[in-house]
């Protein structure tokens, strides 16, 4: 097997871990949205260091850390609802990728692939970056799990035993967004959201508790992720679409066993 | 000494007054039923107890402590919060939910212990659902879910246990059940219990001392003080009627069940 089929079949490993893992707490905090909106700042990031020349994953993790912050602060000073401060960097954020877009000249489809996603063009530096971050996302999760288990069932009972949920949703929020960024190259800014919520939204019917609902997440998310790729090598389609239509399919037959 | 003491509180939200010059002190065991109309600062009251809310001015002392400041005397506080500040769809055994009980008296990184396992389950008991330990929260009752989050108040030992309205939204049954469970609790214990209601007639002979709030004023003063038809009209707006049956059981009615 070639190199790039392995790296292919590993970042849609680590990938289908990583996000239904963060779309768990999303999907239970009602806020996967925010996850879709960062998938845009992160392209527009993506599309501004490729038309500068700069490594895209950086400047793609700057604007989404930056839209992260901004939406967590909109929405706790209560200056605009949650959905609103996602629209507002939602939008702003693509009319730059646009623009950056029209300006990437011979790289255009190096900005495309950030959007439709490939997983055939990642290289080793886009995998570790997925590694270390699933390797960070998992140690927090399991560090923080009492603060993450009661702020996500109350705020209310969280704060009165006296947590500070602005800094635990901050950080969410900041989490969620590397893993977005990390994952976008290979998944795509129109993408990623399917595995954000599916993942979540199955293991969620079929399972009882948070642990088990996040491991089941995982399971699914990593089967779509080898299954999709697969399908996508062998029918010579793209990868994204075949993921994420896999996914659904999982997710699909999740509701039909719970009813 | 008393365990909580309001000195000239104005409560609110961002500067906006709720109610203005509460002054109150509640003693040791007292059993404190707080009532009032939709909106009128019950939840608020409970929140600047709680230490959740600053009072805009005035003074708010809760076992002796500042109640906002975040020192040890909140773990020695029970809440139980209305109903819609939790998550009704989380995903969690009713046993997972009792134990977040602990938290606040678990170190960073640490994990309930076989010991506190245990303390949740006889609470469970205690609250009449062991048999529901491995039942999931989101699959239970109303009333079950309220007995799960008494049990889970219950967890860090309390002094102080407060009800935001426990008994909304379940049927006359359960809510007797519910009351029943509240008033042993302290009445065996000696738990200072505040308790937000809209329908004080279950606890009405448990009740040492009454808060009534107004759109932007109240009534402070003991059981009595409930059948006061002159307080009550200026409180609700409206007449409310008093039953004495034959028993000497009195029963307030404020709600809207009756002539319209
Ligand atoms: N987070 C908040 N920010 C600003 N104002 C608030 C907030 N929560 C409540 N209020 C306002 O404060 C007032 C009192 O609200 P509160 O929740 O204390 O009422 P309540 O007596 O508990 O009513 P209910 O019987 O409906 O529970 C209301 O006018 C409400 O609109
Ligand atoms: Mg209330």
């Known amino acids: 097997m070639s190199s790039f089929i392995l790296n292919a079949l590993l970042i849609s490993v680590l990938v289908g871990v990583l996000l239904p ?103 080793d530096t886009d995998i570790a970056a997925v590694f270390a971050v699933l390797l960070f996302v998992i140690a927090a999760v399991l560090m923080f799990w009492k603060e993450l288990f009661l702020s996500t069932l109350s705020e209310e009972l969280a704060k009165a035993s006296g947590l500070k949920v602005d800094i635990i949703s901050l950080w969410t929020m900041i989490i969620m967004s590397v893993a977005v960024v990390v994952t976008l190259k290979a998944v795509g800014t129109l993408l990623l959201f399917g595995l954000l919520v599916m993942p979540a939204a199955a293991a969620y019917q079929l399972t009882r508790r948070l642990a088990s609902m996040i491991v089941v997440a995982s399971l699914i998310g ?20 075949m993921i994420v239509l896999v996914a659904f399919v999982l997710m699909a037959i999740a509701y039909r066993v719970k009813r | 000494m008393d365990v909580i003491v309001f000195d ?40 600047t107890i709680i230490g959740l809310l600053p009072p805009i001015s005035g003074t708010v002392y809760v076992l002796g402590c500042p109640a906002t400041h975040v020192c040890e005397h909140r773990k020695r506080i029970g809440y139980v919060p209305q109903m819609n500040e939790i998550d009704p769809m989380f995903p969690a055994t009713a046993l997972d939910i009792v134990l977040t009980g602990i938290f606040p ?17 006889n609470l469970l008991d205690e609250v009449g659902l062991s048999d529901k330990a491995d039942a999931i929260f989101r699959e239970l009752s109303g009333g079950q879910k309220r007995r799960v989050l008494i049990a889970r108040a219950l967890m860090g030992k309390p002094e102080i246990l407060i009800f935001d309205e426990p ?17 042993k609790l302290h009445s065996e214990n000696g738990l200072t219990t505040l308790f937000v209601t809209h329908n004080v007639n279950p606890i009405l002979d448990h009740i040492d001392k009454v808060i009534l709030l107004g759109v932007g004023f109240h009534v402070i003063g003991d059981r009595k003080t409930l059948f006061d038809r002159e307080v009550l009209r200026r409180i609700y707006g409206r007449e409310v009627d008093i039953i004495c049956t034959p028993e000497q059981k009195y029963y307030i009615l404020p709600e809207d069940h009756h002539h319209e």
Do not use: C
């Open chain 2, 167 to 183: 008994t909304a939204g379940v049927d006359v049954a359960s809510e007797e059940q519910l009351v029943k469970l509240i008033t």
């Open chain 2, 8 to 47: 000239n509180v104005t409560i609110g939200y961002d500067g906006n007054p709720v109610q203005r010059g509460l002054s109150f002190g509640v003693k040791r065991g007292e059993f404190w039923a707080i009532v009032g109309p939709n909106g009128t600062g019950k939840s608020t009251l409970i929140k």
């Open chain 1, 21 to 123: 893992i963060v779309g768990s707490f999303a999907f239970l905090r009602k806020s996967t949205f925010f996850g879709a909106g960062m998938a845009h700042t992160a392209f527009a990031g993506a599309a501004m260091g490729i038309a500068l020349g700069i490594e895209p994953l950086l400047t793609a993790t700057l604007f989404a850390i930056v839209s992260a912050i901004g939406i967590w602060y909109l929405t706790k000073s209560k200056k605009l609802t949650q959905d609103a401060s996602i629209g507002v960097f939602f939008s702003v954020s693509m009319a730059l990728g646009i623009l950056f877009l029209s300006r990437t000249g011979n790289y255009a489809s190096d900005a495309m692939t950030y959007l439709v996603g490939n997983v055939l063009a990642v290289t």
């Open chain 2, 105 to 121: 008296k678990l170190g960073l990184f640490k994990r309930p212990s076989r010991k506190h396992v245990e303390l949740a389950l």
């Open chain 1, 222 to 241: 990593v089967f779509s992720g080898l299954v999709g790729t697969i399908l996508s090598i062998y029918l010579d389609l793209p990868t994204g679409p």
